[in-house]
């Protein structure tokens, strides 16, 4: 992958070069903690994974300045090498993890050389050492070391992930929050995490397997915490404006973004073809597409001509009642989406926001939840992301039954799929799923820029094909009198899905509708849609500005109302690996046309989910006031009863 234009190359002599320096840190030096605390066992323990260093500290100022703990060797190379025990060998594995941190210590360093130079903070650093350094740019030059600090941890901490990603296992350790992060200077920030880590090995590890999870789990948490730091600090815009590209491994520094492993996330769920999925027709639909957008990602560009054209699905919501194919339709655009992948060549991330992320520590919920989100939008691949039963998952504000770690998911995930810093480069998508799509928070349903809605076999050739394939081939029963998955044929029932919402489903839209075409007549021009859209405002005055951009997206996905031929996903010279431009060039030549009835048919369908979630979550609400009022005449009459 060659650099793009505002990427530098971050030449090899310029890492080799810090090599004898990276070995000698890791051979052995000597450390005072200033902020962590040493582990109580100097040796491996057989532990649940489970943290132990002292998770909160005093915030009193002035009192984590100044350690009185003893300075103690860290010998890293020795206690990587007896991280299995007593074997006197260096193993396969604990060489990979020597060789990486040497490596992305030599990267970090470069980097911070790179800062140093283009900031005139190595021309401080060397009036400072001179004694000359003038009294008036003391506070700069305080300012840029703390700066340095932070971008050569997070350029340290990214490399090592970012390395020892494929050789990661099943194995999962927690190391717990990572504590002696210090900003003094860069070398003793790289002194700070080494020892931390050298606790957590010591701690921690038992073979190889838990080391490389140790390692890994160390430098994710590191970054995390890096991140959060930089937030608050100066002098850092020479780091974060700028990018390097290490062309031996394929690694992008591009401030404090974390370039997570570009390797495909091992998937082992039973993928769906499309005629397995019965009925759907339009959430089918729509699905295939959607893998195929997601291919035309350049990853030169970081772009996809989908959503530069305005037509790529971001974030998509299905909703249907149990048991109508959501699961389903998961298993098909995954595996859609993971073939594709491998045929190009491309690297393919799938992860799931499970239920497992609610966690009852304070911020613990939300860091899965971002962590989540940002392995998804990785630029580095192609990624899919589902919140199955997001209902369960995501609290709803103002719901005295969600607890504090739903509601930390609901914001995190309001903020990262429609906030303020949101890039959507085209290189992945999310979908959310709910039973009871009532129960989601309005405004982070409403950032679901699609609606599928999952309402599985209807017709009785639907349930003719579902039958025989559920049935399988271990029986002689006769067919009869039907063409298998002819009902199934793609276009023919999507035609007729979307030609079914020109006029709206819900009884509620359809009075608004019906109201509103007797008062101006045909919805023929923009003003008389404009007026539609205010008429439904007022019959629920949920149905805001954001209603109407997805409307607007939704028309824009319609104008892209093709397929991409599967030849140009089966060989890929023929679109995947041209330039962007061309590409563009080719989805441009199929856009259709907006139409009248493309904007009235998605105005109903999106319209109709909205009065299908309002009627549920209002019954809902009305059938729970019911039931609260029937506890409190039954708790009436057995007091009156007890009295008496």
Known sequence: MSLTADTMELREDDIAKHYDAAVAMMDGFDHTPRIGKQADSAGPEKSAGLGTRRRFRTTTPGLVTRSTAKSEGVHLINRIASADGDDPLVSPLQATVMHTLRRALSIALAVGEAYADSTGLADLRRANLAGSLPDNRKTEFTEM???EALAVTHVFANATAFLL???GSEVSVEVGDVEEVLTDNSQLALHGVLWELDQDIAHHAGDDARLVAIVSAFAEQLMAKVALRAQNAGRLQ????????????????????????TKSSTLTMTFKKPHEVVGNHIAKYQALKLSKMLMAYDFERRLNPFADLGGFIFTFMGDGMP?????????????????????????FRYQNLSTDSIDSYQGKSAQNAKAFFNNCIDPTVIGFGTIDDIDQLAGKRGDRQSSAGQLEITAVLMESFAGANTVVRGNCTFGMFS???????DALRQRAGARFLVDGPKTREDYIDILYLLMGK????????HEVYAAQEIKKAVAASFESHSQPHEDGLL???????????????IAKMGTYLKGIQEADPRFTGRAIKNITDAVKVRAMDFELPDEWME?????????????????????KPITVEMVIQEINRYADSEFRYADKSDEVAIENMIRDYGRNEEAKRRYLESKS
Request: aromatic letters at 10%.
């Open 511 to 525: 009075r608004v509708y019906e109201r509103v075409s007797k008062d101006i007549g045909s919805l023929d021009t």
């Open 145 to 147: 070391l703390g700066a």
């Open 571 to 591: 060989e890929p010279d023929l679109f995947l690996f041209k330039p962007y431009d061309e590409k563009k060039g080719m989805i441009e030549e199929l856009r």
């Open 323 to 347: 048991g109508t194919g959501k699961t389903t339709l998961i298993q098909m655009m995954a595996g859609l989406i993971k073939g594709y992948c491998e045929t190009a060549g491309y690297p």
């Open 474 to 481: 271990n029986h002689d029963i006769p067919l009869g009198e």
């Open 165 to 167: 990603g494929p050789h």
């Open 435 to 441: 039973n009871y799509p009532e129960n989601v928070d």
């Open 238 to 261: 020479a780091f974060t404006n700028a990018s390097w590209k290490v062309e031996a491994d394929d690694f992008t520094i591009h401030g404090f973004d974390a370039s997570a492993a």
